[in-house]
């Protein structure tokens, strides 16, 4: 089984919609992290938590809310989703940060 | 800031050819250095690293050396195959005080053709 997972793989919505992504890992890491991938731009960093209790914003947090529910879930919600969000999704966990991130295999979300 | 400036692609070769893409980087301090592979349809994988100057990073046939003069971790294959073809990403990060975050180049898309 993959050591990081993430649900759905793949949504379409509508604008104004709320949408939930949802990730889950196997490898007891207190380190876990939300990105968006777009064409050209390489990957930006929505948000990351040190742990259970420490959830920071990234880079282009506007928009987005996570959830750490336990140690080994973190869920990203857009709470009322606009097109301009369509993009790739990926979340990563760490051991430590400056480490290396094992990363899931990605939510392509697309927002009508 | 941090950043990181790779090679735009896409690079078209064919099997068995020699592999450059360049990458260097801005980065107060001393990074640690990453190249990450993306296949098609899959997540990230780091596929090498390098955490201090003149550290060479290898795997799969890939290598790449930290170079702190040139700020530079351009990657290398001999002889890429078709099974190499994919997004690869350089990154950097600091270790050092809130500077924890992963920072990525935008990608380079290598097709490989038998």
């Given at each position: ?12 919505t509508k604008t104004g919609k709320?949408i ?16 968006r991938q777009d064409p050209g731009l390489?990957?930006r960093?929505i ?13 282009i947090s506007d928009g987005y ?13 857009l709470e009322s989703a606009i097109p301009n969000q369509t993009a790739l999704y ?18 392509r979300l697309t927002v009508l | ?114």
């Amino acid at each position: 089984d993959a050591d990081v997972t993430q649900t759905p793989r793949n949504r379409i919505t509508k604008t104004g919609k709320r949408i939930m992504l949802e990730c889950s890992q196997t490898k007891g890491h207190d380190r876990m992290y939300w990105y968006r991938q777009d064409p050209g731009l390489g990957l930006r960093l929505i948000y990351y938590s040190f742990d259970v209790k420490d959830i920071n914003k990234g880079e282009i947090s506007d928009g987005y809310s996570v959830s750490r529910q336990a140690q080994a879930k973190f869920s990203l919600s857009l709470e009322s989703a606009i097109p301009n969000q369509t993009a790739l999704y990926f979340c990563a966990t760490s051991e430590i940060f400056g480490d290396e991130q094992f990363f899931g295999p990605g939510t392509r979300l697309t927002v009508l | 800031g941090n950043s990181v400036t790779q090679m735009e692609g896409p690079v078209t070769l064919s099997e068995e050819a020699f592999l450059t893409i360049n990458c260097t980087y801005t980065a107060t301090g001393y990074p640690s250095l990453f190249w990450y592979v993306q296949y098609p349809g899959e997540g990230l994988q780091l596929l090498l690293k390098a955490t201090k100057a003149d550290d060479k990073g290898s795997n799969k046939g890939f290598e790449a050396t930290y170079r702190k003069e040139t700020t530079s971790f351009h990657l290398e294959k001999g002889s890429v195959q078709v099974s190499d073809s994919a997004v690869y990403f350089c990154a950097l990060t600091l270790m050092r005080g809130s500077n924890y975050k992963l920072t990525f180049g935008k990608g380079t898309l290598l097709t490989v053709n038998p």
